[in-house]
């Protein structure tokens, strides 16, 4: 209970710097989840392309001698393994970020420390409360962006369509983006091949170029990722913040021995 309230203390006092480690976890959690989410979203629209694939009485010959149907499987698969990319460059990046952050922390405290250390108080305890400290700040963002997207869920999942289909779009050859663009010509006469008796609830432009968004599974996706991102995010915000505290402890008590 003691250090709870030691914790809440010091954040009133180092107020500036609460601030700005809240506004990037905030970030942080905002542009993971946003890729994570993309990556989910083409990921769906790949499952809805052979489902729709697969309902199609049609040989594997024949499908295979459309270039175009392998070749949208690589754009999507492009797609999600950029996006995995991208998520592990931002949360090692965040995770550089908050070692750099606390170094120049522990550098500005230093006689804080100190003083804690000639009060008796040993490293475990004050790098605890410096690791709670942290914690709890990043908690307040996941707690403000849950929020926030509680009540813009509909705004954001537009734009992220938005996103995915842009996204999309940028990665498609020359060869499909003209096949989007205009639904005539001898390669629509040949896909629509396809769909000579076939009863179905999609069109070649629906079966190639649709992302599939549901809301429903969005909103699965969402609180899953989100949960699993927060609490990921927080134990490795935690353990940097314990780690290089104790490093920073056990210096001073060198310093100070000498």
Known sequence: MRILQRVIASLRYHWRYGIF??????????????????????????????QRLNSLARSAQFIDRLPLLQQLVRV???????AQ?????????????????????LWQRQSEFNTYQLAGQNGM???????????????LAAGIIAIIMLFSQTIYLNQLALLSQH???????????????????TAWTQFNQLFHHQL?????????FDQGTNSNL????FNRLFWALTWRSGLLTFIISYLS??????????????
């Not at 179905?200 to 190639?208: A, R």
């Open 76 to 82: 999507r698969q492009t797609i999600i393994n950029d």
């Open 167 to 185: 996204w999309f779009n940028q990665k498609l050859p020359a060869k499909l983006t003209t096949l989007q663009l205009t639904q005539h010509g």
């Open 21 to 50: 480690l809240s506004i990037i976890s905030a970030l942080f959690l905002i542009s993971s989840l946003t890729i994570l989410l993309l990556r989910n979203i083409q990921g769906q629209a790949l499952r809805l392309f052979e």
């Open 245 to 258: 505290a104790m490093v920073y402890n056990w210096r001073l008590k060198r310093q100070n021995a000498n």
């Open 125 to 139: 305890t004050s790098s605890l409360q410096f690791a709670l400290e942290n914690l709890l700040l990043f908690s």
């Open 85 to 105: 990319i991208y998520f592990t460059i931002l949360f090692w990046g965040f995770a550089v970020v908050i070692l750099m952050l606390n170094s120049l922390t």
């Open 200 to 208: 179905t609830t999609f069109n070649g432009h629906l079966l190639l």
């Open 218 to 221: 969005f909103t699965i996706d």
